[in-house]
């Protein structure tokens, strides 16, 4: 692991073994980012704890593309592993503006972050996530990366929405988001050498991600990653990297970590009851996925999710309630 850490005080680059600054002479006690590092991690160091945030995450991104992939399956996509059809993507939480700003399922915004589209778009998220976040989980701690995360994800997809109807889904607006975090790490320190290799490196990754994003026919949602991007440089540069851990900032951060664990638990419920609101309907109709009006209660709306080209909520004629939904690839982030 690398010994290289920053004072608190002065912001000067020191090592781990320091325990006064050589260069402020303050006494400088442990990370926030480093509590509890001295142990072997969970499951006989399976999680690191340094990366404990970052696999909790890639878990949950796992077991959501199984649960995607099985229902794909059961619906007759024979090819769900590859590519999980949207009207599946749709019913788990898929980023969609009409239901965002139609129907107000704000949720989405949270749950998108954690759906995939196929085999390929979760493995090449997974392989950037482990990496990435390990990094700045080790530079912010674990509870500055909860927030970084949670709202880039956020701002990322309410970018997209706005910016697109197309169904999104994917890690990357978070994972732009950490790149945002790194870039604003090297801002603070542009005065030193280290500083600037840590801004110039990553601001190449970002500007390979988005000139990858621009490549025809791979439906990448450019727009989720600069509005990831963007976020993540925002709440880093605030934040700063962590202090010792009994510092009043210190607990601040924790709280507001808190806060976005149980708003991203509120938007997994909603998601579920939405999800049992879909099943339910299709299952009592013996039909495929209907219309998001069919299934709101609050009117006849009905909303298609086309890739590329999805269309805005539609007020319904009478009769058209029951239109189906025809989503075809959605946009990966």
């Known amino acids: 692991m690398d010994q290289r850490r920053m004072c608190p005080h002065c912001r000067a680059f020191i090592t781990s073994r320091d325990k006064v600054c050589p260069y402020c002479n303050e006494k400088v006690g442990p990370r926030a980012a480093e509590r509890g590092d001295s142990g072997g991690g969970i499951l006989g160091g399976f999680i690191p704890h340094a990366r404990f945030v970052t696999m909790i995450i890639l878990l949950i991104n796992a077991g959501l593309f199984l649960a995607t992939v099985v229902f794909s399956q059961r619906a007759g996509n024979s090819s769900a592993f590859m590519g999980v059809d949207g009207q599946t993507l749709l019913a788990f939480g898929a980023k969609y503006r009409a239901a965002i700003f139609g129907y107000g399922q704000w949720w ?26 390990a990094q700045v989980e080790e530079v912010y701690g674990g509870s500055r990366l909860i927030v970084i995360y949670f709202l880039a994800t956020v701002f990322g997809f309410l970018a997209s929405s706005i910016w697109t109807a197309a169904l999104s889904v994917g890690a990357s607006a978070g994972i732009f988001g950490l790149l945002g975090a790194m870039i604003a790490l090297g801002v603070r320190h542009k005065a030193s050498a280290m500083g600037g290799a840590i801004r110039g490196l990553y601001v190449r990754w970002a500007i390979y991600g988005l000139v990858f994003g621009l490549l025809p026919g791979l439906h990448i949602d450019n727009a989720a990653h600069i509005g990831g991007l963007a976020a993540g440089f925002g709440v880093a540069y605030v934040a700063g990297t962590p202090r010792i851990e009994t510092a009043w900032s210190e607990r ?13 638990a509120v938007s997994f419920l909603e998601m579920y009851l939405w999800f049992s609101r879909v099943t339910q309907y299709n299952e009592s109709n013996a039909t495929p996925f209907r219309s998001i009006g069919a299934y709101d209660r609050r009117g006849s709306v009905s909303a298609h999710a086309d890739s590329g080209a999805s269309q805005d909520a539609l007020q319904g004629e009478p009769g058209q309630e029951g239109q189906e939904v025809q989503a075809q690839e959605a946009q990966g982030a």
């Open 108 to 133: 989405r915004l949270v749950t998108a972050g954690f759906l995939h589209g196929g085999l390929l778009h979760i493995a090449m998220n997974s392989w950037v996530l482990f990496d990435l976040g």
């Open 252 to 264: 601040l951060w924790r709280a507001a970590a808190t806060a976005c664990v149980i708003l991203t």
